[in-house]
């Protein structure tokens, strides 16, 4: 089967669509819920469109700690049932849905008491190795502080009497995300990024479809849908506002602040994870930097491009060198980035307290609305807002088949990781590039290669973003969906929170090698420029700053 380009002319021919039929489903918002729940559904056999109001993975969904996990802090509060089933889906990814997206990371967890604390993880991680099943990741080990401290030179001797070594794993979550909406896409979804929902259509009491604004056109489009499903995460209040009936259940926001430093200012071999007074502390290892996060505090502002303050940055600089034998200093900060996780509500005010576990109603006749969960179980919520909906039609809807259906890029990957060798040799492309284009589009690597083919050029390094190719940049456009430099700098290629300068310095380039594909004049592209810069400055607010040179 050819794969899906969602070029600029895909997304005019599907708006121009969507208004010409009745679907089965429409499905409202473009994070990892949204795009699985139309994943889910089209798998089934139900027509079904997918729209977006700014870009996929723009809000919580590529924002998050970039973990595929189980949540071994989960079992401390008991919530069995909510690991096994993370933990199976942990498993599905690695082995048979994403094995070119999802990679194992291995973590330490220091101990700081000799005997009941090793015995207490211990039998946690024991039972969390045992919850995983099939044998996806390697089972934990003991370690004493001599053999923790070979692994994690960076850590203080005092820090810790000893440790446990286990296995989780990895994603890059934005990347996820777009590539679940195009594996929707290949399979008949008709999916659209910055095509704002601003009302539904009634008939009665029943929801029947939605008012769609195509936000770069201006164009309002009357969606008819039997079935309209909300998966708009932290946004849920407002999307069930506008039924102006009551709402199912109400949606807290906590907020969660990572920060990116350099992989050479903590000299580890392993993530690392422990505890801290309020949270969990994670430094984990992402290329050729750590992440380390998160906070975990209430967000009583609007959900809108949430942003890391001083107190948050200060917080986790503060628990990071509680471990470190060389402090983090805010100089040492290259990027930092804010998300907000939706929090079924509930009476505690503590957001770290707040339900993890999803949640699908049905508030009016026609609306479907899920929220809750986590990026690791994204796939079990969208299949059980399909089976709420497939209760509602007329039709027996088969059940959902996505457990056994690989997502994009899965297909073939191994081969061609077996083959990359060769691969480097036709292209003339360093092994290790191929390397990262087949973790970063497994088999759909082939789509970039070909653009080299055409134009050499594009083969060279990105200016400014290194670590990229200028035919990553193309392929973010013609292939995935791409609108703006935000979208590629941010999302496609993580240059905004990998670079010193948030990826200002390569805006140019990149902005001068999709111009064409996207029709911008020399007045556009200055425009997209500054927007960027904008953008970028707003989101290190209170983290790191952009050298003034580069902005």
């Known amino acids: 089967m050819t794969s899906v380009a969602l070029g600029p002319q895909y997304r005019q021919d599907t708006l121009r669509g969507l208004a010409e039929t009745e679907l089965d489903v429409l499905v409202v918002g473009g994070g990892i819920v949204g795009a699985g729940t139309a994943l889910d559904a089209i798998s089934r056999g139900l027509s079904v469109a997918l729209v977006e109001a700014r870009d996929w993975a723009a809000g919580t969904s590529g924002r998050s ?31 048979r849905l994403a094995p070119h997206l999802v990679r194992p990371v291995r973590f330490l967890y220091p101990l700081r008491n000799r005997v009941w604390e090793r015995a207490y993880v211990s039998a946690g991680v024991a039972l969390y190795d045992t919850m995983g099943g099939s044998r996806a990741l390697p089972r934990h080990r003991q370690l004493t502080r001599r053999g923790a401290l070979r692994q994690a030179p960076a850590l203080r001797p005092d820090a810790l009497v000893g440790a446990v070594q286990y296995y989780d794993a990895q994603v890059d979550d934005a990347r996820y995300t777009m590539m679940v909406a195009r594996t929707a896409a290949q399979y008949g979804a008709k999916v659209a990024t910055r095509a704002e929902v601003t009302g539904f259509l009634r008939e009665g009491e029943r929801v029947t479809g939605a008012t769609v604004v195509d936000l770069e056109g201006g164009r309002e489009i009357g969606v008819r849908a039997r079935r309209v499903v909300c998966a708009t ?76 303050d001083h107190t948050d940055v200060g917080y986790l600089l503060d628990q990071a060198n509680a471990v470190l034998r060389t402090p983090l200093a805010h100089d040492d900060i290259e990027g930092v980035y804010a ?48 089976d709420v909906v497939a209760e509602g039609l007329d039709d027996s809807i088969p059940a959902s088949v996505t457990g056994r259906l690989p997502i994009l890029g899965a297909t073939g990957f191994e081969v061609l990781w077996n083959e990359r060798r060769r691969l480097a040799a036709e292209s003339g492309l360093h092994v290790a590039r191929i390397e990262h284009l087949l973790h970063r589009y497994g088999s759909c690597a082939r789509e970039v290669l070909e653009l080299i083919a055409g134009s050499p050029a594009l083969g060279a390094a990105l200016p400014g973003a290194e670590d990229y190719l200028c035919a990553e940049a193309v392929h973010a456009v013609t292939h995935e969906g791409a609108l703006h430099l935000e979208d590629v700098l941010a999302r496609r290629l993580r240059v905004a929170i990998e670079e010193w300068d948030g990826g200002v310095a390569a805006a140019s380039r990149v902005a001068e090698l999709v111009a064409p594909l996207l029709g911008w004049d020399a007045e556009e592209v200055t425009n997209e420029i500054k927007r960027y810069v904008r953008w970028t400055a707003e989101e290190r607010r209170g983290g790191a700053a952009i050298p003034e040179a580069a902005a």
């Open 65 to 95: 700690s970039k973990l595929i996990h189980g949540g071994l802090r989960y079992l401390e509060q008991r919530d069995f049932g909510l690991v096994r089933e993370a933990l199976r889906e942990r498993g599905l990814l690695l082995q």
């Open 233 to 308: 995460g932290v946004w849920t209040d407002g999307a069930q506002a506008m039924t102006g009936s009551r709402a199912a259940f109400g949606v807290r926001a906590s907020k969660g602040v990572h920060l990116v430093v350099p992989r050479d200012r903590i000299p580890m071999d392993t993530g690392l994870i422990t505890r801290t007074s309020r949270s969990v502390l994670f430094i984990i290892p992402w290329g050729r930097h750590w992440l380390v996060g998160t906070t975990d505090t209430p967000h009583e502002d609007g959900p809108d491009e949430p942003v890391a």
């Open 339 to 386: 998300g907000l996780r939706p929090l079924l509500s509930g009476e505690m005010d503590d957001t770290a307290r707040l339900s993890r576990e999803h949640a699908v109603a049905e508030p009016v006749p026609g609306l479907v609305v899920v929220t809750g969960g986590k990026f690791t179980t994204y796939r079990v919520m969208a299949q059980d807002a399909v």
